[in-house]
């Protein structure tokens, strides 16, 4: 069964520092998401992406936060001056183009910033 | 704004024993109502769905879910639980027909199974 994959499974960071959390959705999948669960905490809506750009972020996507689909199979999340804060776990998802099609998640990338 | 509410981060029962996780929801518009669960080390996986169709939905692993709105609720049970049903259960909820479809989950129920 095709699977969402996430690379790397754990990530470790210092603060300051730039880091790409990698993603190849399902290859039929037409919407991709981040969502993020910071430890004890709601899994929480960053972004999605459709036809080549964010048809919606949230409040937490800020200017620190990019996505992209560089070769039209992998997605990335980069954060560009990572907080302590940004600590969690993040997630990946995808889903066709069919209305309410289900989002599947990736295993998720645990990033922990020093 | 949308919003999900799991009453009980943990929930214990014993194998064979009815399983019954509660969630309540908020949204102004008619919902979309997800329950996706959770193993050790694994992304979410989707139990089932409503999306306006029948109340009752049936989904994997013989769990099932009864959307009430009148209650603003969308209870998941099992008849008898299964030491392979322990794992993290996450309620969401998405408000959108259209577009991003993004999902609104609520806190998590941890559920543990004891011999």
């Known amino acids: 069964e095709p699977e969402v994959t996430q690379t790397p499974s754990h990530q470790v960071t210092q603060m300051g520092q730039e880091v790409i959390l990698r993603c190849v959705p399902i290859s039929n999948h037409l919407y991709f998401y981040w969502y993020r669960q910071i430890l004890g905490q709601k899994v929480e809506f960053l972004v999605s992406?459709?036809?080549?750009?964010?048809?919606?972020k949230s409040e937490i996507f800020d200017d620190q936060f990019s996505v992209e689909r560089p070769d039209g199979s992998n997605f990335t999340l980069k954060i560009r001056s990572t907080k302590l804060e940004d600590s969690a776990m993040y997630f990946c998802a995808s889903r066709t183009g069919t209305s309410f099609g289900t989002q599947y998640f990736g295993p998720g990338t645990r990033l922990l910033v020093l | 704004a949308q919003s999900v509410t799991q009453l009980g981060s943990h929930v214990s029962v014993s194998e064979g024993a009815l399983v019954l996780l509660r969630c309540n929801y908020s949204s102004s518009v008619p919902p979309y109502l997800f329950w996706y669960v959770q193993y050790p080390n694994q992304g979410l996986q989707l139990l089932l769905k409503y999306t306006s169709a029948a109340t009752l939905v049936k989904g994997i692993n013989g769990f099932e879910a009864e959307f009430k709105k009148s209650e603003t609720s969308f209870h998941l049970t099992k008849p008898s639980a299964h030491m392979s049903d322990a794992a993290e259960y996450f309620c969401a909820v998405s408000d959108q027909s259209q577009g991003a479809q993004k999902l609104v989950f609520g806190q998590g129920t941890r559920l543990t199974i004891n011999p």
């Open positions: 992406f459709y036809n080549n750009e964010i048809s919606e």
